[in-house]
Every structure is written in C-alpha cells, then in structure tokens.
C-alpha cells in the first residue's frame, strides 16, 4: 500500500471548494456538543419567554393578530437566533486562535466554502432555537392565526441571517477564544436597545432616537409586522439594510484581507 | 520494503523521474525588517529523506510555510511536483505537521481524520491512518484531552490521509519526551521506507543525524550547507579551548593539527578545533597559558562560524 497506488487520474481537486456532508454534519455536532452554547442560544430563550411571557396579567391580552405571549414568544424566539447565529458565525475566531483555520489551507477546503459551512450551522442552530421557543410558546398560550406562526419563525429565521454576518465579521476581527464572552454583552445591549426585552415606547425621547439607531431595532419591528398588522417603519426597514450591509461588508473585508496572507 | 516508484506527474499519464518533489529558486521573504529568508535554492528528489536543520530563527518555518502555500514568497519561485504549492495541496500531493495547534479539541480522534478525509477527493481508510500512527487504540478519545505526543501522531495521521507524495513535518517532536520522540520517528521513519519523500525542520542535530539521509544547514535565512548528515556533522562537531594567555603566538596554535579558528580576546585565547586534547597538551606544555577551559561546540556556534564564512566567501 503505498502512494504508486493510487493512479494518476485519482490525484483531483475535490469538487465545490471541498463542502460535503460528513463536515456539515461533524461541524454540527461539534456545535451541539457545546454545552455554554446550547444553554446561551437555545435553553435561554426558552427561559426568558417561560418567565416574562406566560402566567402574567398581560399575557392574554391582543397584539393584534395574537396575543401579547406570542409577541413575547417571537421577540424570544429573535433573541435566540441572534445568539445562535452570532455564536457560530464567532466560532471562525475560536478555530483561527487554535490555529485550525491554518490546518484547514493544508487541505482543499477552499476559504468561502469554509465560510459557507459556519454561515450554515449558525443558520441550523438558529433554526433550532426558534423552532424550540416556538414549541415552548405553542404548548404555554401563546396564541397567534396560523399563518402568523408561519410567516414570523421565517423571518426571524431569515432575519437572523444579518447576526450570522456579524459573527462572522467580528470572528475575523477578534482573534480570541473568548469571543462569545467579549460578544455576549454587547448583544445583550443590542438586545434591550432593539426593544426585545422592555418596549421602547416606555423608554424616554433621547433613549428611543439612539434605540433606532443600533442593528436590533429594525430587525425586531419587521418580525413583529405580521403580528401587531402594522406595517414595519420606513427607519426600521433602513435600519435592516444598513447593518446587514455593514456585517456583510465587514465580514467580507476581512475575509478578504486574512485569505490575501496564503 | 524496498519497491520502485513511478512518479506521477498530476495533471494525469505515468511522467519520467525527474520532476522534483521541491524546487526552490532565489527564494526570500521579509517580515516588516526582519529579513527570514534571504534566499534559499534546494531541490529535493522524490524519495529523499532531507532534514532542514537550524537554529531558531534561521528561517527553516517560515520556508517551510512557502513551501506548503501558507505564506507567499518576495521573490523566488516554489514547485512542488511541479505545481504551484496551492495546487499541489489541493491534490493532496503534499501534506504537513505543523509543530503545534491545528486540532479542533471538541473533535475526538477519529471524528478529526473523518472531517479531514472528507475534504480530499481521495483518501486512505480513517482505520488504517490511525494504525498507522499507532493511535487506534484513543480513536474516540477528545483531542483536547490527548498527550502532545498523541497529538503529534494525530496530525501525522492527517497527514497521511491524502497519501502524499510528499510529508513536510516543522519540528515535530517540539515539547515530546524522550519516548514520545523516539516512538514518533519510529512510525516517520517506518513511512519513509515505503519511498514518501519526507522533509522536516528540526534544531535537534542529532534528530537530523538519525533520520534523514541528507541534512540542509540553514541559517539567517540560508543555506550554509548541504550534504550527507556525516558531512554536516563533522561541520558541526568540535570544541572550543580557552585560556588566559598574554601575548599568544596564532600561528603556531593555527598550526596544531585539528586547529580550525583561533581568536584572541585581550588576553584570552579562544582554539576552536576538531581534537581538543591535542591543543591543551600544546598549550600546558609549550606555552604559559593558564585558567584553561573546554567547552563543547554547539550548533548554535557552528551556524555562527559557518554564516560568517559565508558572508566573506
């Protein structure tokens, strides 16, 4: 057995880039065999919804095409997916600062199929936080017309497509393995300032301005839409636009500048 | 085992010997100021064993980085197999152990060679790397939890995956014990019997001295010299005499045999030379020289002795 048995014609380049099942489903499980990840993005949610969103006074009350638990529901369901997709987005600085990305040019993976594969098992776990807070706000009075249910997982599924690029952006920028623990606050902050935990109305004038301004607003009030029947502001629709220009941009640049060093 | 190869040349069709499993041309590289490589040419013929030997710094890692496409050179030009070193580890021509990281710790073994198999259109069986490596028996044990000599075995085992022509390893008994290093050379050098050309960077002169069939001296960023280890080594080899002596006569200590170097520092003498006994009996019984010492040349001087040769060559 040694390499003159392998003919010729066998020495080929793998076809796209390298993508293939078996790393798909290996990066997954490697996903969810990460304890602090699964409780962050996919247990918390849950939590949060479980205690602000059910058995409370307001909870039965209209918000138009559902009721109040079921906005909860989705602002959670919002929460979880930006975890999610943020968290595996990052995962490329874990795997830059245990130096696995340099193994990986070792091989033919190729840089974007690479980049292709974190994007689809953040949008995965994302997928599976929405579609476990969803499960927990069916079973707990969440209520909502079919349709409704159908059309808010999608976005905010879709919407959290936004927070995989800025994981993804800030994997590259920061080369830590920490990177969740220098992250999590500041979704946190993206969080509250988008208005997924308090409604921005009972916030003051000054507080809502810079409210609007940061990447979660927009995202939530266009997940919301088809919930309250209003539709989403022209600012929150911008607001969608510019920060996933921005962590799109982002990632793209330094995808760029690190793939430029082989 | 000893067999006869074809080389293949990979675009397809059996090709003559002859292409080189490297080739290097005017090669350097800077970092900011810092000039790593200052222009290295080395051909390596299939079914070399070649150790590329030098102290830290000489620029052995940043050469081997060119050679694998990990980082570009200024100038110069690297074939390996006649490729574009890019091309060649897409093919899975060339595979590499690095001297640390590069393992996914929530990974176990096994799940590690499956996910590197999987992105190569071609490999051996997970089973049989991992035998080979001699790691069969943790196959499920976490990465992160492996010894560094079981993780230095997992990245051989990687490497052997595309069953390359060519195995690049960048000091990889680096932090191993002694066992560790000995068991690890065992399983490179069982592999290169089997004819796989194998290059590896090392500071260990005596791991160039076992291993390789011919060693690279390598030095700021050069090559400062090429041949069989026995060459190299007697290069290499040597010890320093030094004693207080005022007023010393060079050329008659130039003229002891075995003599290499002599150099005066006020007034201490320093005898660089292949026999030391011969030069301390001269010195106690012909000169007044006093506070004698010997120190055993290492490679580290060796490297000094050698680039300043070059430089005035």
């Known amino acids: 057995m040694t390499t003159a048995d392998l003919t010729a014609t066998e020495r080929s380049v793998p076809p796209l880039g390298g993508f293939n099942a078996t790393l798909l489903r290996l990066e997954l499980r490697r996903m969810l065999r990460n304890r602090r990840t699964v409780v962050f993005s996919v247990v918390m949610p849950v939590v949060f919804f479980l205690l602000f969103g059910t058995g409370r006074s307001y909870s039965d009350e209209s918000a138009g095409h559902g009721n109040v638990a079921a906005f909860i529901m989705v602002s959670m369901a919002l929460y979880g997916a930006m975890l999610s997709t943020t968290g595996g987005g990052a995962m490329v600085a874990v795997e830059r600062s245990q130096g696995w990305s340099r193994q990986l040019r070792l091989t033919p993976l190729t840089s974007t199929a690479y980049i292709a594969v974190k994007v689809l098992v953040a949008m995965l776990l994302g997928g599976l936080s929405v579609a476990v807070t969803y499960t927990a706000g069916a079973l707990t009075g969440a209520q909502m017309d079919s349709s409704v249910w159908v059309v808010t997982a999608l976005a905010v599924w879709v919407g959290s497509l936004v927070f995989a690029a800025f994981g993804v952006f800030m994997g590259y920028l920061l080369p830590s393995e920490n990177v969740m623990q220098i992250l999590g606050p500041g979704l946190a902050l993206f969080a509250f300032l988008g208005g997924l935990f308090v409604p921005l109305e009972q916030m003051s004038a000054t507080f809502r301005t810079i409210a609007h301004l940061t990447p979660m607003y927009g995202l939530n009030e266009v997940v919301h839409a088809p919930l309250t029947g209003d539709a989403p502001g022209w600012t929150a629709v911008v607001n969608v636009a510019f920060w996933l220009a921005v962590f799109v941009g982002g990632a793209v640049w330094r995808f760029g500048r690190d793939t430029a060093r082989v | 085992m000893t067999q006869t190869r074809t080389v293949r040349r990979p675009s397809g069709g059996a090709v003559a010997e002859g292409v080189p499993a490297i080739e290097l041309d005017g090669l350097t590289k800077s970092f900011g100021a810092v000039r790593a490589v200052r222009g290295i040419d080395l051909t390596v013929q299939p079914g070399e064993v070649v150790a590329f030997l030098g102290p830290n710094g000489a620029g052995k890692t940043t ?160 090559v400062v010299a090429d041949g069989t280890a026995a060459q190299v080594k007697s290069l290499v080899s040597g010890r320093t005499v030094r004693a207080t002596l005022p007023g010393a006569d060079v050329p008659a200590l130039q003229a002891i045999p075995g003599v290499e170097d002599v150099e005066v520092r006020g007034d201490s003498v320093l005898v660089s030379s292949r026999d030391s006994d011969v030069v301390l009996r001269h010195l106690l019984n012909h000169t007044a020289a006093r506070d004698l010492e010997v120190t055993a040349r290492g490679l580290e001087d060796a490297f000094i002795s050698l680039t300043s040769e070059g430089a005035q060559s």
Do not use: N
Request: with cysteine.
């Open chain 2, 63 to 222: 050469t081997v980085d060119m050679v694998l496409g990990l980082c570009r050179p200024d100038e110069g030009r690297v074939r390996v197999h006649g490729l574009e070193p890019g091309q060649a580890v897409r093919r899975g021509l060339v595979a590499a152990v690095m001297q640390t990281g590069g393992l996914l710790k929530d990974l176990s073994v096994e799940e590690t060679l499956r996910l590197t198999a999987s992105l190569f259109a071609d490999t051996r069986p997970v089973a049989e790397v991992l035998e080979r490596a001699g790691i069969a028996d943790i196959a499920d044990r976490r990465v992160g939890k492996c010894s560094g000599g079981q993780q230095q075995r997992l990245r051989f085992a990687m490497a052997l995956l595309p069953d390359p022509e060519l195995l690049v390893l960048d000091e990889p008994t680096t932090g191993m014990d002694v066992g560790g290093r000995r068991d690890f050379w065992a399983a490179i050098r069982e592999d290169a019997a089997r004819g796989r050309t194998v290059v590896f960077a090392t500071h260990y002169l005596e791991e160039a001295d076992a291993y390789a069939d011919r060693v690279v001296l390598v030095s700021h960023g050069r």
